[in-house]
């Protein structure tokens, strides 16, 4: 879309912010190309809109799989490989591979949880952001395109669903 403008609509409070979403998509704007900035977490299903996928469960899970593995081949390879018998001792210890099992899982799966966050949220991103301070004072900010020609409808139908103010937006480099 080369002939767009992107607003930015400041709301005060979430109630109004949900019914300016549903305007806009009334109005045909796709959700990809609108983003809510908040200075609290607002959950998506509150504002109406579509539940973001995250990848970040199949990296824990694959994280305490390696895990898992690890503790594995520590208690059970290494023996295999070079088995030492310690007198009476069995050559593969039960009870301390389940401690070792869990620590070595739990690292695994904080790890990799840790680091799918950065990778999911696409962190850290050089590309510039759209941000107004106001946010930091509590409003919700909604940034979305609409076409060029277009733009006095989409400030009043904002102004209409109960914005503070509503105005062309460029992102900037933070």
């Given at each position: 879309?080369?002939?767009?403008?992107?607003?930015l609509a400041?709301?005060?409070?979430i109630d109004p912010a949900a019914k300016g979403i549903a305007r806009l998509r009334e109005m045909g704007v796709d959700d990809s190309r609108m983003e809510v900035i908040s200075g609290i977490p607002i959950p998506e299903r509150v504002l109406g809109?579509?539940?973001?996928?995250?990848?970040v469960p199949l990296f824990a899970l694959a994280g305490a799989a390696l895990g898992l593995a690890a503790a594995v081949f520590f208690m059970e390879g290494i023996p295999l490989l070079f088995p030492l018998h310690?007198?009476?001792q069995p050559l593969y210890p039960f009870p301390p591979l389940l401690?070792?099992?869990?620590e070595l899982s739990m690292l695994g799966l904080m790890t990799a949880a840790f680091l799918g966050v950065f990778i999911d949220s696409r962190f850290p991103s050089d590309e510039p952001k759209e941000y107004t301070a106001e946010v930091s004072d509590g409003k919700i900010a909604i940034v979305f395109t609409c076409p060029a020609d277009a733009v006095n409808t989409y400030e009043a139908a904002m102004g209409?669903?109960?914005?503070?103010?509503?105005?062309p937006?460029?992102?900037?480099?933070l």
């Amino acid at each position: 879309m080369s002939d767009s403008v992107m607003l930015l609509a400041l709301f005060d409070e979430i109630d109004p912010a949900a019914k300016g979403i549903a305007r806009l998509r009334e109005m045909g704007v796709d959700d990809s190309r609108m983003e809510v900035i908040s200075g609290i977490p607002i959950p998506e299903r509150v504002l109406g809109r579509p539940r973001v996928r995250t990848h970040v469960p199949l990296f824990a899970l694959a994280g305490a799989a390696l895990g898992l593995a690890a503790a594995v081949f520590f208690m059970e390879g290494i023996p295999l490989l070079f088995p030492l018998h310690v007198g009476g001792q069995p050559l593969y210890p039960f009870p301390p591979l389940l401690v070792v099992g869990f620590e070595l899982s739990m690292l695994g799966l904080m790890t990799a949880a840790f680091l799918g966050v950065f990778i999911d949220s696409r962190f850290p991103s050089d590309e510039p952001k759209e941000y107004t301070a106001e946010v930091s004072d509590g409003k919700i900010a909604i940034v979305f395109t609409c076409p060029a020609d277009a733009v006095n409808t989409y400030e009043a139908a904002m102004g209409a669903a109960g914005a503070a103010r509503t105005e062309p937006v460029e992102a900037k480099q933070l």
